[in-house]
C-alpha cells in the first residue's frame, strides 16, 4: 500500500514538473523552457522564437549542436552532416545558412565569426575550412568577399571561385597567374609619361636586397593579451631572399605607387613600375640612336670612350670636359680648352633628338668655362658640344634633375 501510494505521488509531481518545463498552444506550437510565455515558433526552447521560425533554440553558450556519427549515409552516399541549411528558389533573397556575430556598438575585445569552418586530418588534401561552390549555368563565385555590409554584388560575368569586393590583403606568398585591369574603359585622366624625368627618376632608384623581419601584432581577444607574429616564418617568403625597393624611398619619387595601410604600414605597386622602365629604355634607345647618327660612316667623328671627337686633328688640342657637378639641380660648369690658332667657337646646348636649344659664342681662349643655369632648361638628359672653326671638337652628356 506505502509502495502504491509513493508511486502516484511520484508521477505527479513529475507530471507537474514536466508541465512547468513544456507549454503547449492552443495552435499547437510547443515550447520548452519559457515559463508561462507562448512559443511563437512551432517548437520554441529556451525563448518563444518568432512566426518565421519553425524551430527555435537559445542558449546561454550553444543554441543548436548538430553532430554527425557517421554511422549512416545520406541518399546512398557516403557524406554525413552535423547540420543542413535549406532554402528553396522562389523569390528574393534565398540564404541556406545565415551566420551573424556582432554588435551595435564597437568593443574593444573578444573576437567574433560570422561563419568559423575548421577541418583537418581527413585524407591529406581534402581538409576545407570552409568550401564553397557554384552549381547551374548561372553567373557566379564560390566564394564572394565584401566590406561594409555590402550585400548586393551583382557578377555580371563569368564564374569565379572567389569574387572580393574592396582590398584583400595576404601576409604570406600569392600564388598563380594574376592580372591587373588595363582596359581602356577603366581609366580617365589619361596622359603621356613625362619624359624629361622619367628615365632620372628611375636612374635614382634604389633597388635593394633584403631578408623579411617578422612584425608582432597584439591580440585583444583573450583575457590576456598577447603577440603574435604576422608572417609564417616557414614559408619560402620569409626563408628565401627578397629583392625591392624601399617604400619610403620611392615615395619621395612617386607617392601614387605607395600605398599605407592601417597601421601605417607601406606598400609597392611594382607593376605600375613597369611602365616608367618601358619609357626609360625608349629615352635611353633615342639617345644611342642620336649618338649613332653622329658617329655613322658619314660624319667626320668616331666613338672613343670619352666622348666624340674630330677625325681630323687640325685643332686636336681642343678639348670639352665633363659638366661639374653632374647631374646638377641649381647651375653646373663646364670647362673647355681652345687653342688661339682657333677663329670662332660656339658651345652648343642639345636635347636628345638632336635639336639645338642655345648656343653661346666663346671668345676666350686657352682654359676656360661657362656656367649653365637650371632654370633655363626643364628636368632631363641633354647634350652638349664644343664648335671650333665650324668643326665639332667634342660632345657629352648632362642630367638635369628636379
Known sequence: MKRSIFIFVFCV?????????????NNGNVGIQLGTSTPLSAFAVGDVGNVNAKVYAKGSVVGVNGVSTGTSSLSGINWTYGLIGDANLFNNMHIGVLGQSFSATP??????????????????????????????????????GTTGNNRDVNISSGLYAGYFVGNVYVSGTLTGNPVVNSDKRFKKNIAILDTKSTLKNVLEMSPVEYNMQQ????SKGDSAIVEKGLFDEKSQMFQKKQFGLIAQDLQKMYPDLVYEDA???LSVNYIGIIPLLIESIKELNAEIENMKLIGNSSSPYKVQSTGLVPTNNNISSASLYQN???PFSQSTQIKFYLPSAVNSAY??????????LKQMVIS?????????????????????????????????KMILTE
Open 347 to 356: 658651345l652648343c646646348i642639345y636635347d636628345l633628338q638632336g635639336k639645338q
Open 107 to 144: 568593443l574593444n575585445s573578444y573576437r567574433a565569426f560570422g561563419v568559423f569552418g575548421m577541418a583537418g586530418n581527413s585524407s591529406s588534401g581534402y581538409n576545407y575550412g570552409v568550401f564553397g561552390t557554384t552549381y547551374g549555368s548561372q553567373y557566379g563565385a564560390g566564394i564572394v
Open 215 to 218: 612584425v608582432y601584432v597584439k
Open 324 to 326: 661639374n657637378p653632374n
Open 364 to 396: 676666350e681662349r686657352g682654359n676656360s668655362s661657362k656656367i649653365i643655369s637650371a632654370s633655363e632648361f626643364s628636368p632631363g638628359i641633354y647634350l652638349y658640344a664644343l664648335m671650333a672653326d665650324g668643326k665639332e671638337i667634342d660632345i657629352k
Open 263 to 265: 597601421n601605417g604600414y
Open 13 to 25: 509531481l513529475f507530471v507537474q514538473f514536466f508541465q512547468a518545463q513544456l507549454k503547449v498552444a
